[in-house]
């Protein structure tokens, strides 16, 4: 399964610096605008203890994790959606993610250079905002019209789709993105194939200063990007770029020592996967055994079939049952045999929905 958020933000905020830490794939780095003109696209391990464990218990030939893909996406302006600064190739971009991280200034550094001249994160996240709303409204123009003229002719799906055009052209008009406009199935999707790009989840990333780390509530713009991101029902990641890229470069216990000596937990950049999964809805379903353990990447609400399918096309068409225990509960057991003893391995069917941390052995006849 192949999920992917695209980094956004205005120039040098720190997106290229927070791929570079995401990814260590080297994108360019630099302070002026648009260095980055050619999306980047990385793929990450993302960090879970619960496959650790499993590890430890059937001391497998290989772990695999599972992945995450971002995209860095060149700096956005004023007039992106008219073209402005490489505006259409970007906006492009981004209508191919799954979800937008919108990485906000909220540092000073005369260093620096800002593109408007001035740190102000609400300025920032609203000139992105805009730029994606005007895009999106030009892509209704274009449109409605035409399905007008089908519903005047009483044409079912055509009414469907003019409901819900009409509806997201006065949102746009009014400055709203699409995610907050109210839509019945029906009509989410009759424009489910225009890909609105304020439709898309997002997540605001506040890159702080080394020094506002460990306690970033004492940065008034993080308070500004959290007050701003309460209202757009989004959840925000402090994280400092700069200090990421230290991170990456660590290993195990250098990596904990390193965290613990700045006064927090975990990195951003855990943080951000983390957010980034419980956005897009996902989860993880484990397969343990000599061979490997491995983490699977699946939808929440995904029936067990459909999960065993993101194995192998042929797991879903042969489907016959999965053998599943919590992980939760074959720790407790302290291995598999004693999970089954204690009763806690199950024989589930094609109706199951697979649940977070599941151990799966699925079961199939082709």
Do not use: C
């Given at each position: 399964m192949s999920l992917t958020t695209g980094i956004v933000g205005l120039p040098n905020v720190g997106k290229s610096t927070l791929f570079n830490a995401i990814t260590q794939a080297g994108a360019e780095s630099a302070n002026y605008p648009f260095c980055t003109i050619d999306p980047n696209v990385g793929i990450v391990s993302v960090p879970d203890e619960r496959q650790e464990k499993l590890a430890q218990m059937y001391n497998p030939?290989?772990?695999?994790?599972?992945?995450?893909?971002?995209?860095?996406?060149?700096?956005?302006?004023?007039?992106?959606?008219?073209?402005?600064?490489?505006?259409?190739?970007?906006l492009a971009t981004i209508r191919s993610v799954d979800a937008i991280s919108h990485v906000v200034r909220c540092f000073d550094d005369k260093d620096i250079t800002h593109v408007s001249g001035k740190v102000d994160p609400i300025d920032?996240?609203?000139?992105i905002n805009l730029e994606l709303i005007l895009a999106d409204l030009e892509s209704v123009n274009k449109r409605i019209d035409r399905v007008q003229k089908l519903a005047k002719q009483k044409d079912k799906d055509a009414v469907i789709e003019f409901s819900a055009l009409t509806k997201l052209k006065d949102a746009f008009e009014n400055e709203k993105p699409a995610r907050h406009v109210e839509l019945s199935d029906d009509e989410k999707a009759a424009v489910k194939s225009l890909n609105f790009l304020t439709s898309k989840p997002v997540l605001y990333v506040a890159n702080v200063s080394e020094d506002d780390l460990a306690s970033p509530d004492v940065n008034d713009y993080v308070k500004q990007v959290q007050a701003f991101a309460e209202k757009d029902k989004a959840e925000v990641v402090v994280i400092s770029a700069r200090i990421e890229s230290e991170i990456a470069e660590l290993d195990g216990e250098e990596k904990q020592n390193f965290l613990e000596e700045l006064g927090i937990k975990k990195s951003g950049l855990?943080?951000?996967?983390?957010?980034?999964?419980?956005?897009?809805?996902?989860?993880?379903?484990?397969?343990?055994?000599?061979?490997?353990?491995?983490?699977?990447?699946?939808?929440?609400?995904?029936?067990?079939?459909?999960?065993?399918?993101?194995?192998?096309?042929?797991?879903?068409?042969?489907?016959?049952?999965?053998?599943?225990?919590?992980?939760?509960?074959?720790?407790?057991?302290?291995?598999?045999?004693?999970?089954?003893?204690?009763?806690?391995?199950r024989l589930e069917g094609k109706e199951y929905i697979v649940q977070d941390g599941d151990v799966i052995h699925f079961r199939f006849n082709v």
């Open positions: 030939k290989k772990v695999i994790p599972t992945t995450f893909e971002f995209t860095d996406i060149a700096g956005l302006v004023k007039g992106a959606s008219k073209g402005e600064g490489l505006g259409n190739q970007f920032d996240i609203e000139t855990d943080q951000l996967i983390e957010k980034s999964y419980k956005l897009l809805g996902l989860a993880t379903y484990f397969t343990a055994g000599e061979q490997e353990v491995r983490a699977w990447t699946f939808h929440q609400g995904t029936k067990a079939p459909q999960a065993a399918g993101i194995i192998h096309t042929d797991f879903e068409r042969g489907f016959i049952r999965a053998e599943v225990v919590s992980y939760e509960d074959l720790m407790e057991a302290g291995s598999l045999q004693a999970a089954k003893e204690k009763g806690k391995l």
